[in-house]
């Protein structure tokens, strides 16, 4: 396993690799001791209850022991060696090529010509991309199509808005610059109703699309760019801000979209109050809610 | 192409307990060669030569990560209960008790918390699929500046392209199934990209989690894709590149030695096996100690994913931070042509990443046909600066993705420069058009000015005869 002697090496010489040699091998083999008490410590620590700092590094101690004990055995103790190996090229065999061409063109059916063979060919490639066709189908039963889902959600004239725990919400419990989330009564948990109750500033004037409760508006709360929850509300500025593209919505101005990479307001739910003054919507939300999708304006279909 | 012996083979005359002075080297070696004939062979192929620069153990990187991926992923998925029905959380940990959460946020609350050694094997797990992905990418890059992709190599780019798309594919069905408020965010996020494509988003939609989001089967099913489905994929790939890389062999960098015709390196047995393990060891160890002591994806800070709720900042994983800059730097272009209306997330969100991996993976032919216009079989490595032009497009590109990975962390730089949000956002607009072109152009001027210079190091300058 040593080093190919050079011609001309003196004794000394010899002697110097030897002993490198040596000094390599015993630190390799504290490496592997180290790596062998690590793993030890390692069957210890987990019997114990284990320690997930401690287990990680005892693992890294242990693998990186041996790690380092097999590159000193291969750097030093093997020693760099040298093989060259002859390349045969890859596109050096042209006249195989031509053989196996044919041979192919003689077994596929000699009696044939050219194009009967092709017309065969073709068929089959019919008869496969008809067959694969058939059997991508089945990837159609994993779910339900589009219907009308992304134009709907359970908001309906008279339902109330109530919080996520249930509670309904008269007009008098929301104050300037409050904003709740909001949910339709008995639908608490449809992703697609949640909807953002923000008290508005009654010094300031509103642009808004829809009927709505003297100071303050709902809005859906899903971001018309990419679905997020629009969370964060900055009152100062009257804007609604999406955390994860940072779209912002101007509250006073019927949601627009005022920078961010939104295309279109969030939709507003028309609300009013029912006759025990607990506010209620006064219908579905007129636009579809949510991220933008291709047919989003034929709401009629 | 086994090699074939032109003498009978001898009669096996020694039986296996013959010989007891024989050291257990020699013992092993006629066991299996009595049975499976291998000395032969194992003779030419232990002496396989591998070219050695440290280059070349990039790649061992990743499949040593993807080797360290699935012992773990093992581990964790017999733990992991990927089921959405809601409990009430009675583990150990207080701030969460109480709480209405999913089975499959429980599960991995589970496993962190009370099962011996599952909070390290998940770490590892994360942190070896960040370091999977990087190595994946570094190693590309290393293929891409050297060449190393041309004929007749441009299958083994094709393969390894593809592989780093499973690998995304991999990591975002992975850091999706703990149920938490940062990995529902990013379903969400992912599941609008899909609907936003014309005609057939919505269905695709539908049909890939089973009804309106969030639906419930989506667990099942990305759990499925992520320990069954992807792993395949990146097996299968994993091999093939490995197969058609000991057909083709190893390229090498020219020197006095090696030429396009010869393999000039160190015997696969023992010095590539025992580098190769030492490697492994510190891959391993590396992930280990990270895995200890570094938290990663603390999905019990996140709290469990609520639809209307989202914390803020919030980025992904690294890999995908360049999706996510796309999406904040695009403008709010939206529109409708003949009733089809465009979606402001669909070009950043679908149409610029297919582009950008149809050229990536074009690549080889789009050199040949623009480039060099060389259709001839190469084995010898080039520098950058033999090939000025993909030198500048590499570069370019590598700005543009730097620019709007940046840009997915746009609020948090804005918070911390005190500048305003849109002032970055304008800012990293402008940079992600100018800076690939005038990086670009500087690489290709020091590429084209150290081509025309003396070679350097003995190496001969391109174009001249090796």
Redesign the interface.
Known sequence: MSNPTPDGTTVDELQRQREREDRAARRAAVAFLVAIVAGLALVGVYVAGGQTQLEGTLLFVALGSIGIGLGIWVRVIVGSQEVIEERPLMSAQPERRQEFVGQYEQSMGEAMSGGRRRFLLRLLAGAGASLGLALLLPFRSLGPGPQQELFTTPWREGVRLVTRDGTPIKAADIIPDQVITVFPEGATHAADAQTVLVGLRPDISTQLEHETVDDMVAYSKICTHAGCPVGLYRARVGELLCPCHQSTFGVYRGAEVLSGPAGRPLPQLPIGTDDEGFLIALSDYPTPVGPTFWNLTQDEA | MSATSDRPREPAHASDDDNVRDGPVERLARWTDDRLRLAESSKKYL???FP?HWSFLIGEVALFSLVILILTGVFLTLFYVPSSRQVVYDGPYAPLAGQTISVAYDSVLELSFEV??G??MR??HHWAALIFVAAIVVHMLRVFFTGAFRK?RELNWVIGVALLLLAFGAGFTGYSLPDDLLSG?GL??G???L?????V???I??????????GE?VLG?LHILHVMVLPAGLIGLVTAHMVILIR??HTQKPSR?AT????????LF??QT??S??????T???T??????FEINPVWIYGPYE????????QPDWYMGWL?GL????????F?IF???????FI??VVIPGLLFAIVFAWPWIEVRFITHDVG?H?LLQRPRDVPMRTAAGVAGITFLLVIFVAGS??VIAADVATG??TI?NILRAAAILLPPLTGWIAYRIASGLETGPAVGGRPAAGSPQ
């Not at chain 2, 939609?205 to 969030?214: L, M, S, V």
């Open positions: 002496r396989k030569a050695a011996r050694a909070l390290l770490q590892i007749p965010t969400r996020i599941y609008s990209a609907l936003s494509i014309p005609f988003g919505p269905l939609g539908f049909i890939g989690i089973g009804g309106e989001f969030p089967d099913r083709q062999r030695k396009n015709t010869n393999v000039v390196g160190e015997p023992p010095n025992m580098t393990a030492s490697l492994f060891a510190f391993a160890a590396i280990a100690l990270l895995g200890g002591l639809p209307f709720q989202v914390f803020a900042p919030a996510e999406l904040r730097l695009w403008p709010a272009w939206e409708t009733g089809v209306t465009i979606a402001s997330a950043p969100g079989e084995h746009n609020d949000l849109q956002t």
